[in-house]
């Protein structure tokens, strides 16, 4: 499949993996700079949120046509384009001057993250032949992701404390344009070898469609509220563009997400898995971000800092766990980290209205941090396992649209629950510290449930899988003769495509 050194592989797998964990810390570095940057631009108090949606929004709504596009089109030019995409987009948030051109921008930067990721994971798994040697880089992915949302605080705070909330975006101007230099020196060119490409229009529309509309309710509903109007006709439409958009797959001659990749039980699995830790753990960073500085009242660099617990835990057990999911399988090992992260999110809900980080959160940051090593690196792998080349971009960009959504809708649901409890207790007549710290705890139990969720659902993803058959079409036969230059040679008993259908180009 890949007859390139492995000193290359690394090389193109750095400049890949940076550009990745750039896209996953501007999920978080805008977190802690939100009461400067509304202050600075005039945000309204409705609007500043919008700062994080607009990212979030345009993230996880086009992830799966970013992969998509990425297999038809070539990965590296996809990976290009959206690392231009994103470069320009960070340099324009740095100079905005206004709330309007701050939340386009931040769009913009979220529509380029959605093209860079998909496309960066697919040529890794296109790089690296399924195995110890894939589970390897998987896993050092997987530590970037799990601790880059956290490094996103850190990061923030000290920028926006030492330098100003313009530079939490310039700081990407030169690392991407660092790996837009390198990127077409060391990272391989691979698409799908067909003479004929088939597109899905409708498909692309109702998922994209049905996917914004749905990240945009769950955002939101917790400012507007769940049973208004605007939210529940959101949450309608979503659903009916994305019950429309299964039925155009089911019939589809090439369709943007072929339906057999669902009963493959790896896929599956690892996706609803990462639903469910998107849920459970950025709602908790959410959660926990927010009693640190409201009650505890830490400053933003402080909240940062506690969070390196999790971060740095994360990152020492990030090689443990690839070689547990080589050794014995990606679903004991999943299973084992969403259960630390239930369990640090239930220990989390023990702090108290004059609470300390070594006394209350230290202990639960550890804990959560190790669950995350344990879950987002078997995730990535589970999630890759059997997939067809073909398919790369497509499986890459599913597997970051769940945990995207989950993420979402996890931060609503405890958001809604602590604003909710929060009001209940101060009506009772108890402190606003009191107040708030009881809705934090049941926020923090909300967390628990989603997480303690994916446990029952890892035993059940088998520990060593194969890649399904699949069709062989006479595109797919001219491919193999014009790439291999020699006639294709099928195994009849499974009908399946050689692997040079989808081919390297070093």
């Not at 835990?313 to 084992?336: E, F, N």
Request: proline share 5%.
């Amino acid at each position: 499949m890949n007859t390139t050194t492995p000193i290359h592989r690394w090389r193109a797998f750095a400049v890949l993996a940076v550009a990745f964990f750039m896209t996953i810390v501007d999920l978080t570095i805008v977190n802690v700079a939100l009461p400067t940057i509304g202050r600075d631009l005039r945000f309204s108090e409705s609007s500043l949120q919008w700062v994080v949606t607009a990212y979030g929004l345009a993230f996880g709504g086009l992830l799966l046509l970013g992969g998509r596009s990425a297999d038809l089109l070539g990965r590296r030019r996809i990976f290009l384009l959206g690392l231009a995409v994103f470069t320009g987009a960070s340099l324009g948030c740095g100079l905005a001057r206004s709330d309007t051109f701050l939340i386009v921008m931040r769009g913009v930067q979220g529509t380029g993250a959605a093209i860079v990721l998909p496309a960066a994971l697919s040529i890794v798994m296109t790089m690296f032949p399924e195995g110890a040697e894939r589970n390897k880089a998987l896993g050092l992915w997987g530590g970037l992701g799990a601790g880059g949302a956290t490094v996103g605080l850190l990061t923030g705070g000290l920028l926006t404390r030492y330098a100003g909330w313009e530079y939490i975006f310039f700081l990407n101007v030169p690392v991407g344009l660092a790996a837009l230099a390198l990127a077409p020196r060391i990272v391989p060119e691979s698409r799908l070898q067909t003479d004929r490409r088939s597109y899905d229009p409708l498909g692309a529309l109702t998922v994209t469609g049905g996917l914004l509309l749905l990240v945009y309710a769950i955002s939101t509903a917790p400012q507007d509220g769940w049973a208004t109007p605007k939210t529940i006709g959101s949450l309608v439409a979503s659903g009916v563009l994305l019950a429309s958009f299964v039925l155009v797959e089911a019939r589809a001659q090439a369709p943007l997400l072929p339906l057999r990749l669902l009963r493959s039980r790896p896929v599956a699995g690892a996706n609803t898995v990462g639903l469910l830790l998107g849920g459970g753990f950025f709602a908790f960073i959410f959660i926990g971000t927010l009693y640190m500085q409201q009650v505890l009242h830490y400053s933003a660099l402080m909240a940062g800092t506690a969070w390196l617990a999790a971060s740095l835990t994360s990152v020492a057990l990030a090689g443990p766990s690839q070689v547990l999911v080589t050794r014995i399988g990606a679903g004991p090992v999943m299973t084992v980290g969403m259960g630390l992260i239930a369990g640090g999110t239930a220990w989390a809900t023990a702090a108290g209205v004059h609470g300390s980080f070594w006394a209350d959160l230290a202990g639960p940051f550890f804990v959560a941090g190790a669950g995350t090593a344990f879950t987002f690196i078997p995730i990535s792998i589970a999630g890759l396992t059997g997939v067809a080349e073909r398919d790369a971009g497509l499986a890459s960009g599913l597997l970051n649209t769940t945990q995207q959504l989950g993420g979402a809708i996890g931060v609503a649901i405890a958001s809604t629950v602590a604003a909710s409890h929060t009001a209940t207790l101060a009506a009772t007549g108890q402190s606003a510290a009191a107040a708030l710290t009881g809705g934090f705890r049941a926020a923090f139990w909300v967390c628990t449930v989603i997480a303690a969720l994916a446990v029952p659902v890892g035993l059940l993803i088998p520990r060593r899988t194969q890649a399904p058959p699949e069709p062989v079409t006479p595109a797919d036969a001219a491919a193999v003769k014009a790439a291999a230059g020699r006639p294709p040679e099928f195994n009849t008993s499974t009908r399946r495509i050689p692997n040079d259908v989808v081919k390297p180009e070093w």
